[in-house]
């Protein structure tokens, strides 16, 4: 069925979020919705390695205090209040999806550290492209910031 490009600019939508129903290490943040733009933000997983060992360094403390062999119900709470305070596992910013509906395309233009990318659809063109770029190329990137060097 052939889709009208509003139709396709609203689809969109549905197609980001088809992407993160697929084990990835990103996401697809919407921040602006207007009639004819659309802007999203990527962000990668990442676990603070740092902030991780800060907050395992206070469990065990806590773990071999007489505290927590006298009291548990004590020793619960402050194990919570120690998972709140260190929130280690953080989504981070690494780009950016703005989107235009124009009388005559949809322009999509992806920017990442690693890529620029721009897509232009007609209503002859499917989405395909773009899709494609953002499971294979995006998905690379993020997968690298997530489990790479910080």
Do not use: W
Not at 99 to 122: G, P
């Amino acid at each position: 069925m052939h889709k009208t490009l509003p139709e396709k600019f609203d689809a969109l939508d549905v197609m980001f979020e088809m992407i993160l129903s697929k084990p990835v290490l990103y996401l697809i943040e919407k921040v602006k919705n207007g009639f004819n733009s659309k802007s999203y933000v990527l962000k990668y997983f990442y676990i603070d390695e740092e902030i991780k060992d800060k907050s395992l360094q206070e469990i065990n403390n806590l773990l071999q205090s007489e505290e927590f062999q006298n009291n548990l119900g004590i020793a619960a709470k402050k194990l919570e209040l120690i998972n709140k305070k260190y929130q280690f596992e953080k989504f981070v910013e690494f780009g950016t999806i703005d989107c235009y509906l124009t009388r005559d395309k949809i322009i999509v233009d992806v920017k990442t550290k690693k890529h620029s990318r721009k897509f232009e659809f007609t209503e002859d063109n499917y989405l395909v492209d773009l899709l494609n770029f953002l499971e294979s190329e995006i998905s690379d990137e993020a997968t690298e910031l997530s489990i790479g060097d910080k």
